[in-house]
């Protein structure tokens, strides 16, 4: 890390100071190390407590819905649960990032040594990580029901997968993860668009939510981290180790990807609502 520091031609007194942070980090990881398998593990069994309560209330309470309509609205409503504690998580990290002094600062106010401490950073990971554990188990026990887009969901989490992976325990870059994890704001929306659309309500406004929060957060935000990346490629490309430029260089274009994909599909049904007069059934959960 130090040697790589040196290379990206940083300033003595950054250098110093996230010399400092990663010793600092390396004494809290050490007790960390011990405890993130625990608290993923945790983050699961809430999301799969939380997945048995609602599965026994629709089954008293909503037995007009057909099987597939009860294990869609139980899955957005676990989803809504994870978007719930996701959505302040993420806006609380931001508030968490470091700008190392005389720093150099682009358009978006990052510099390319900004950063999350991993003290704050890894306790809200493992709660992402226990519900993409449990969401992607939801996924593959009804692949029939989501058979439509369980190729992309399966894509998706992947993708997060991967990249929380690499990043584990990575300073550079690593407030891409609250301005990714914003996105959520979006599938809270979409999850109540879908469970609406389930009990026959008119769901129009959380349609029109979902399309502009997708496009603020998905697509304008980030588009504005590839940006930031695009601009800082020189010092990143230097100060990260091979695997985290897998991470950032090539997986998470291939997300943005994903998600103009997707975008367009938005577009496409919105475009569809406007001229025949109704929205098409294209509620598809994404995380």
């Known amino acids: 890390f130090t040697h790589r520091m040196a290379a990206a031609g940083m300033p003595l007194e950054i ?3 996230l010399l400092r942070q990663e010793l600092s980090e390396e004494a809290e990881l050490f007790g960390w190390k011990l405890q993130i398998g625990p608290s993923i593990a945790v983050a699961l069994a809430a999301f799969l407590l939380a997945d048995a309560a609602i599965f026994l209330a629709l089954r008293i309470f909503a037995t007009s ?3 597939e309509a009860q294990v869609r609205t139980r899955g957005a409503l676990v989803s809504c649960v994870h978007d719930i504690v996701a959505v302040p998580a993420a806006f609380f990290l931001l508030t968490k990032i470091v700008h190392p002094p005389a720093d150099t600062q682009g358009p978006f106010g990052f510099g390319p040594h900004s950063h999350v401490r991993l003290c704050w950073l890894e306790p809200v990971g493992a709660i992402f990580i226990g519900f993409l554990l ?3 188990v939801h996924y593959l026990m009804h692949g029939r029901v989501y058979r439509s887009e369980l190729f992309t969901q ?3 989490h992947a993708g997060f997968f991967a990249m929380l992976y690499l990043n584990k325990g990575t300073l550079p870059f690593n407030y891409a993860f609250p301005i ?3 996105g959520e704001i979006s599938t809270l929306f979409l999850n109540m668009r879908l469970i609406y659309r389930s009990f026959g309500w008119a769901e129009f406004a959380y349609s029109a939510l979902f399309a502009l929060s997708f496009f603020v957060t998905r697509v304008l935000f980030i588009g504005a981290i590839l940006v930031q ?3 800082d490629r020189r010092t990143l490309w230097i100060t990260m180790g091979p695997l985290l430029k897998v991470s950032y260089f090539l997986v998470l274009p291939l997300l943005y990807g994903l998600n103009l994909f997707w ?3 938005i577009v496409n049904g919105v475009s569809k609502a406007l001229s025949g007069g109704h929205i098409p059934p294209q509620a598809k959960k994404k995380s």
């Open 15 to 17: 250098h110093a100071a």
């Open 65 to 67: 819905l057909t099987h």
């Open 134 to 136: 449990w969401d992607l």
């Open 154 to 156: 399966l894509l998706h």
């Open 180 to 182: 990714l994890y914003l």
């Open 229 to 231: 990346m695009a601009m």
């Open 263 to 265: 975008f367009v599909k």
